[in-house]
């Protein structure tokens, strides 16, 4: 499984960058929220919820049911829960029937700088067997069935307007056109699993929906968002028993709930390690710790992803030097190493200026991970 790691603040000799860097990632991976709302010292979390299809696209159709309708039941209920949070802000991408582009969805939660992004459909096949709940983030599509569900919701873009120069000639129904996708969003993929991973346990573990798992397809509504996006089909409406578990308003409250759950076990354990961090940092201040050298080495890791790249700059915005490691089944990519935390820091804030926006600390003792609280206390006297 993901092992626990967040992204560790700056020390005393460099609090005035602390606003800027306010970035905490943690929980079994990288629990990210996004940097410019800490900086700015806003205490909301800003989490889009994205009611699939809508207007003259019904999506998937079962037994008299529409997906939209369905997706946006339950993105209403969710919504309405997260609103009652007083550090959360819910942003809709539709609080009604309407038709919105995928880029327009994306562009929603872009522009609004958000934290996350949950986009909730139904799903839908030609046989009437298959049935359980089942969580997405942007990849490559590890089989025949995800590209196929991956080409049924990117279908819509079909509706648009000028679609093909939109969206750069992506064809949704040509497989080629998928190649690549796990390139584009590869510094929140960590964060997007570890999102998916809660909300799908949430379903198993507590409603008992039978399990699908966490799956990588390319869906573009994911690859247009710049923060960890997930989307969510709640069940599959060409079954007839699934089908009238999801029509029911009892159970979309059920299913709202637990993707609200999701959301807050996910920012709950960001504060766990957020407070856990600063006890080390007011011990490591008060203590007049001066910020030299370490035990540990330090690293910037700045994306990770299913595919092996060249380590040329020219994959990685220009960024040289970059190291390659393989962990949990991703490739994961690093900028710099260091024994010097001041050292590792400049490291990450060229990372950030090629635009890694989600880059991070991560730390090593005797080629082992260990958390960045652990490295702390490793400081060479």
């Known amino acids: 499984m993901i092992r626990l790691q967040f992204l560790e603040l700056n020390r005393t000799m460099h609090y005035k960058l602390y606003s800027v860097f306010k970035l905490i990632i943690c929980c079994f991976t990288l629990l990210t929220f996004n940097t410019n709302a800490q900086a700015q010292g806003s205490k909301k979390i800003k989490v889009v919820i994205d009611a699939g299809h809508g207007g003259k696209d019904t999506g998937a159709i079962g037994y008299g049911i529409n997906e939209k309708d369905v997706a946006l039941q339950v993105t209403l209920l969710v919504a309405e829960m997260l609103e009652k949070q007083s550090d959360i802000e819910a942003i809709y991408t539709r609080k009604k029937d309407v038709f919105i582009g ?15 992004f949950i986009s909730i459909h139904c799903n839908s096949v030609a046989n009437s067997k298959p049935y359980g709940a089942e969580t997405f983030v942007l990849g490559l599509h590890r089989n025949e069935d995800n590209l196929k569900i991956a080409m049924k919701e990117n279908k819509v873009i079909e509706l ?18 998928y190649i690549g996708f796990s390139l584009l969003q ?5 964060q997007s699993i570890l999102l998916a991973d ?3 346990k949430n379903f198993v573990d507590k ?9 990588q397809a390319g869906f573009l509504v994911l690859r247009e968002t710049y923060m960890p996006s997930v989307l969510v089909e709640l069940g599959f409406l060409s079954n007839k028993n699934e089908n009238q578990f ?5 159970n979309q409250k059920k299913l709202a709930q637990q993707i609200f759950n999701g959301v807050m076990q996910y920012k709950e354990s960001l504060e766990k390690n957020q407070n856990s961090l600063a006890v080390v940092e007011k011990s490591i201040e008060s203590n007049g710790i001066i910020d030299d050298s370490y035990e540990a080495t330090f690293y910037v890791q700045f994306a990770a992803g299913r595919k092996k790249l060249k380590l040329e700059p020219y994959n990685f915005k220009g960024l040289e030097n970059v190291t390659r490691i393989k962990e949990s089944g991703l490739f994961k990519y690093r900028y ?15 990372a950030k200026e090629k635009g890694y926006k989600g880059a ?3 730390a090593y003792l005797d080629g082992k991970k260990i958390s960045i609280e652990d490295a702390l206390k490793t400081q060479i006297k």
């Open 160 to 177: 648009e307007e000028n679609y093909e120069e939109k969206y750069d000639g992506f064809d949704p129904t040509s497989p080629e056109s």
């Open 207 to 215: 409603l008992e929906r039978k399990n699908r798992g966490v799956k």
């Open 336 to 350: 710099g190493k260091s024994n010097s935390h001041k050292e590792i820091q400049n490291h990450l804030i060229t």
């Open 360 to 362: 991070f600390i991560v």
């Open 198 to 200: 809660i909300i799908q």
């Open 186 to 190: 590869e510094q929140y993929l960590d």
């Open 246 to 250: 999801l029509r029911s308003s009892n």
């Open 102 to 116: 995928l880029r327009e969805r994306a562009n929603i939660a872009n522009d609004a700088n958000a934290d996350l």
